[in-house]
């Protein structure tokens, strides 16, 4: 069959084909109704089905594969590098799932896992999946002020952390990060389970906390079987990045996403029993929840951990991880490929890459000259795939395991099987079915399995939030520009907050972003709407410079200054002419690399820049402020 007729039958005959999918994983009780969506727009998949996303991960393996790799975990940081059959991983899980019973953790309890990336956070992810307890991962590089922000919010009985992180060899204590975040917050959890690595001291709370590894060690060997859960019961909670306001608790099913997950791995990630997965993502991303974690365990395929950076000890220490493990498929983001980028290329030649079927890109825009960089680097096809958090998996990519495309660059690929895409007219609602029609991407109900249910605890913000924001219709809004062409492929513009509208232009920040990136001695940029009196708004650029050495003195930087308003001028129109060019050393990102143009705004118009605890390095808008000097008002 090919891709066409395999998506309309998703989106014509959707209960049919989802049926069919349903039959990749394990069932204890089998779905009752395919699809429930009497209660719009909420979408309840699979109700009546019964089974456990550790059970799919982990048991359903002992049979055929009990003693192949099933979680491979790598530290470039402690050197710790060790291979955990399914049979072990299934040891190790339920040791832990035992601990959080004596904990007094039940179905349904929040269980918030703030950890490394160690082989234990794996473990404790699958030990909640495992009694039905809701894990909420909190990315390991948060500090205390955004860490207590998502305590309260999912209330856990108990958390789970470790003494410390590492990254680029530098050890961050987690311990007096937790304390501090668990103070400031008014949910306290019962108890704190501590895995301790042995890198940086841990004062302990007599009553509160716990040792992992005596607690786990209690129960040697343990045996807890698998909850059966309602498909529909919540597996767990993470937050959005954060870029464009306050992050949002995403909530996710059981039965949905175990099936989503599955049918993701066969026809979009070429996930074969047996083979080896390399996602190069956190834990505390959705990234990491489907793609390191869930989705290759579920295709019974080894999946490897990877604590570290890409480019330590140097910039060959992931192909090499490839060739030692023989990985069959890669999934990383275009912000880690730009890091590779500033390396020598050799290293992308250095190691036997036979065994790599393809690297997925996801994250952020894949720009055509990073594509084709690594492309040819590493002689594998790139497939660029456009989600989010609340999606769980891919919206638009190709599907080579359905039917072999040839993707086409800058462009994350055509709509997935089961979402109805469509690009709607931002203002009036309208649907856009003209190709090169620039509109809003939206998804019409129901969304599919793995899709989130709803916020978590706010069923009200998830419907205004998402749902109600194309007038006259309720889809689900992206928030995201897209243009489709006459092929059917999509390409993402940009956020819809990051338009900006210049006496009476509608100009994205993304093309005038990257006609600047195009001038050589511009490494990085980013370009905001700022209230301009005369005009409405008018663009304002930030740039990271290559070579800032040249920039010592105001007639240097006027010069370049000069230099690339011209070169906009001559690329787009004097209309996109940025008003400002700033130069800074470094550029406000979240923690999971991602452009918050949204506060440099905020900043350059004098306004409070919000929501700020998914922010990497806070002394980059500080320069920035510094930059504006006093309010202009
Ligand atoms: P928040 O929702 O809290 O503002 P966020 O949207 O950055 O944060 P994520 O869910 O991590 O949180 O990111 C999803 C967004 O990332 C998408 O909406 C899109 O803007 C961008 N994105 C992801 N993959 C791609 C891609 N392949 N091409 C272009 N943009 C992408
Ligand atoms: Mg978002």
Redesign the pocket.
């Known amino acids: 069959m090919g891709y066409a007729e395999f998506y309309r039958r998703s989106i014509d005959d959707r209960d049919a084909f989802w049926a069919e999918q349903a039959r990749l994983i394990d069932w204890k009780e089998p779905p009752r109704t395919i699809c429930d969506h009497s209660h719009p727009p909420f979408t309840r998949w699979f109700a009546g089905g019964t089974t456990n996303l550790c059970h799919n991960a982990v048991d359903r393996h002992l049979k055929d594969r009990a003693d192949q790799p099933a979680l491979i975990y790598v530290s470039t940081e402690t050197g710790a590098e060790r291979t955990y059959t399914f049979r072990e991983l299934h040891g190790e899980v339920q040791r832990a799932a035992a601990a959080l019973k004596d904990l007094g953790v039940q179905k349904g309890d929040r269980v918030l896992i703030y950890m490394p990336m160690i082989a234990e956070a794996a473990f404790a992810m699958l030990a909640c999946a495992r009694i039905g307890a809701i894990h909420s991962v909190v990315f390991g590089g948060f500090a205390s002020v955004s860490l207590a922000s998502r305590i309260e919010d999912a209330t856990p009985k108990v958390i789970i952390s470790a003494d410390a992180g590492s990254r680029g060899g530098k050890v961050l204590a987690y311990k007096p990060l937790l304390d501090e975040a668990i103070r400031l917050s008014s949910h306290k959890p019962e108890s704190v389970l501590l895995v301790d690595r042995g890198l940086a001291p841990m004062e302990r709370v007599a009553g509160r906390d716990h040792d992992w590894a005596e607690l786990t060690g209690r129960h040697s060997p343990a045996a807890v079987p698998c909850e059966w859960l309602d498909s529909t019961a919540i597996s767990y909670t993470i937050y ?6 306050r ?2 608790g995403v909530q996710r099913d059981v039965g949905g996403y175990a099936v989503a997950l599955a049918a993701s791995m066969k026809h979009i990630f070429l996930g074969e029993p047996g083979e080896t997965y390399f996602s190069t993502s956190d834990i505390g ?2 990234v990491g929840h489907s793609y390191i974690v869930y989705g290759p365990l579920i295709a019974g395929m080894a999946t490897i951990m990877y604590e570290g950076l890409p480019i330590r000890p140097d910039a060959g220490i992931w192909w090499s991880l490839v060739e030692k493990y023989k990985v069959s498929a890669m999934f990383s983001a275009p912000t880690a490929v730009r890091v590779l980028k500033k390396q020598d290329p050799a290293f992308l030649k250095k190691y036997d890459l036979s065994s790599l079927k393809a690297l997925f ?6 720009d055509e000259p990073t594509a084709r960089w690594i492309s040819d680097g590493l002689g594998v096809p790139i497939i ?7 999606s769980g998996w891919p919206i638009l990519t190709i599907a080579n395991g359905v039917e072999k495309k040839s993707s086409k660059f800058g462009s ?1 690929g055509v709509p997935m099987y089961g979402y109805d895409v469509k690009l709607v007219h931002e203002s009036t609602g309208e649907e856009l079915t003209r190709p090169d029609e620039k509109g809003v991407v939206v998804i019409e109900g129901p969304t599919p399995p793995g899709f989130m249910q709803t916020v978590w605890g706010d069923d009200e913000r998830f419907v205004k939030t998402y749902w109600q924001t194309v007038p006259g219709r309720m889809v689900y809004s ?3 520009w897209g243009i489709r062409d006459e092929d059917g492929y999509f390409y ?1 513009l940009g ?1 819809t907050d990051d338009v900006i509208n210049v006496a009476g232009h509608r100009l994205g920040t993304r093309e005038i972003e990257e006609s600047i990136s195009s001038h050589p001695n511009v490494a990085e940029v980013a370009v905001v709407g700022v209230a301009d009196p005369l005009k409405g708004q008018a663009a304002m650029a930030f740039v990271v410079a290559r070579d800032a050495s040249a920039l010592t003195d105001d007639k240097a930087k006027l010069k370049l200054e000069g230099d690339i308003m011209k070169l906009v001028d001559e690329q787009l129109g004097a209309v996109a002419r940025p008003s400002r060019v700033h130069f800074v050393n470094l550029l406000p990102k ?1 923690r ?1 690399g ?1 452009l918050l143009r949204r506060a440099i705004q905020a900043v350059a118009e004098g306004r409070d820049a919000g929501d700020l605890t998914t922010i990497e390095d806070p002394s980059a808008l500080q320069q920035i402020r510094d930059l504006m000097g006093p309010i202009q008002k």
């Open positions: 959005t990045s954060g870029t464009t306001g992050p949002k991303w959705v890109l996801a994250g952020e825009p894949l660029d795939n456009y989600w989010q958090t609340e994350p992206t928030f995201d993402i956020r979240t999971s991602k």
